[in-house]
């Protein structure tokens, strides 16, 4: 019975918490001339230092969309130029955000949460707090802020790479010419397709760095409290950036 | 002075802290001793308000940090240093910068300014040259010491130490005690010590408070230490190889 109730209370208060941490964390902005010296930092950690997986992640997604498409769909019946009408929107509608969001939950957000939670299980938190300064907008304001300016930077740098990509396979493995993968492209193109694949970013990386941070804050019970903490986040992060992109694609499209 | 005045606390459905109440007496070296597990660092964290009572009340210089703001509290927080029990270095920067942290943070102090009072609060511990190395490189009583560096880089009124011989062997405890001792008198601070080391105890306290099962069980000097004939007391510090009297 006490197990059915933990079940059911269990992500309610969750929930409260994780709430509440985004409301102190909120609560800190205005004091944020005193923690921005870490906000460069950790858009170091989470954006420049996370470029090279993403950008290799992208680029082998667009080549295996072009491939697939080719094999899925070019006859003699359908122009070459649809794998390029293709690739290109789903990089930009879905891959380039989604790819680079699974990337960064496991990197980024499994650091974020051993770190807070190291910190928090070697008294490092609370020696912050006794000395008199705000923990959160110390440690969780500048990594969320990070999150929401690098995530986009990420997006538009996997979009770019994965097009790239696509099309150099298309063309250099004899699926579609250049020229028509360009064409295809272009004939669909929805003005509208960047702007949603950033405000996905923006809402992915808000997820993934917030999420993290909680996992991380409230760790307990030291080596293995890290471990858990760790793996949690990366998981929680990946479920609900999964469903932030479903209530997206059904309220945006 | 901090008053503690009938504290309870409870997590989950555990009962740690029954109706504990002490006085801190300023400029005085208060040990709060007892057994692992009684109690001592809860009532320790409940002072600088880590945590809070669920009923009774912490009066700072007369103040109720558990009924101001958190902006007010953080405010009472700087006039306090803490010694955690594992120092709670920050991992992420060298001992200079781990001293140097606070008066970053809290003052306006220029570059040169800081570096210098680094250095005093450095040499206060005794470990002038440790400045460029990170905290994994020193030894478990250096990087104690390095933080109790950081903890007195602001001049705090009051300062806390949370089990600060514990793991520690006997000469580098002396050594720290010795420390402790010596910023009691060059910073005229008060100190709260808890350990369950009682020759530590001995060596820095001006009195003492034991805690017994989540009870303040026995409040007084040192020398009424020595001549108390309660029992529960006399078997914990005999526990600690020390005979009462001798």
């Known amino acids: 019975m006490a197990r059915i109730r933990n079940t059911i209370t269990e992500p309610v208060l969750a929930l409260g918490r994780y709430s509440l941490l985004l409301f102190h964390a909120f609560g800190a902005l205005p004091e944020f001339s005193r923690y921005k010296k870490n906000l460069w930092e950790q858009m170091v950690h989470i954006g420049f230092d996370s470029l090279p997986i993403v950008m290799l992640a992208a680029a082998f997604s667009g080549a295996v969309t072009t491939v697939q498409t080719s094999y899925q769909l070019v006859t003699p019946l359908i122009p070459k130029s649809i794998i390029g009408s293709i690739v290109a929107p789903s990089m930009i509608l879905e891959l380039g955000a989604v790819v680079t969001g699974f990337i960064l939950a496991g990197r980024v957000g499994a650091r974020i949460a051993a770190e807070l939670g190291t910190m928090r299980v070697t008294e490092q938190i609370d020696a912050l707090e006794a000395m008199g300064l705000n923990s959160i907008g110390y440690l969780i304001v500048p990594r969320v802020i990070a999150g929401v300016i690098m995530f986009p930077v990420l997006y538009v740098a996997a979009c770019f790479v994965g097009i790239t990509g696509g099309m150099m396979v298309g063309h250099f493995g004899g699926f579609v010419p250049m020229g028509e993968f360009v064409d295809g492209a272009r004939e669909f193109f929805q003005p509208f397709d960047p702007i949603f694949g950033l405000i996905k970013s923006f809402v992915f990386g808000f997820t993934i760095t917030s999420i993290s941070c909680f996992k991380g804050y409230y760790t307990a019970g030291g080596a293995e409290g890290v471990g858990r903490s760790t793996t949690q986040a990366a998981v929680a992060s990946c479920v609900f950036l999964l469903l932030a992109d479903l209530i997206l694609a059904a309220t945006l499209l | ?246």
């Open chain 2, 1 to 246: 002075m901090i008053q503690v005045q009938n504290i309870n606390k409870q997590f989950d459905d555990k009962q740690v802290l029954f109706d504990v109440s002490v006085d801190i007496v300023e400029g005085e070296t208060l040990a709060i001793i007892g057994r692992s597990g009684s109690g001592k660092s809860v009532l320790m964290k409940h002072i600088i308000g880590l945590l809070k009572p669920d009923s009774g009340r912490i009066l700072v210089d007369g103040t109720d940090i558990n009924a101001i703001s958190y902006g007010e509290l953080r405010e009472v927080r700087q006039h306090f240093g803490i010694l955690f029990q594992g120092g709670a270095l920050f991992d992420s920067m060298s001992a200079f910068d781990n001293v140097a942290f606070p008066l970053r943070t809290f003052t306006t102090k220029s570059e040169a300014e800081i570096r210098e009072e680094v250095m005093i609060c450095l040499n206060m511990v005794e470990l002038p040259d440790v400045g460029p190395k990170m905290p994994s490189e020193l030894s478990g009583g250096m990087q104690k010491r390095v933080a109790l560096a950081r903890a007195v880089s602001l001049r705090p009124r009051y300062i806390l130490y949370d089990e600060p011989t514990s793991g520690l062997d006997p000469e580098t405890s002396n050594t720290i005690d010795a420390l402790i001792e010596g910023l009691a008198e060059q910073l005229n601070v008060t100190s709260i010590v808890v350990t369950h080391d009682m020759h530590s105890v001995l060596n820095i306290a001006d009195r003492a408070a034991f805690i017994y099962k989540g009870r303040m069980h026995w409040t007084g000097t040192i020398d009424e230490l020595h001549d108390s004939d309660d029992a529960i007391l006399r078997d914990f510090v005999k526990a600690n190889e020390y005979q009462i009297g001798h």
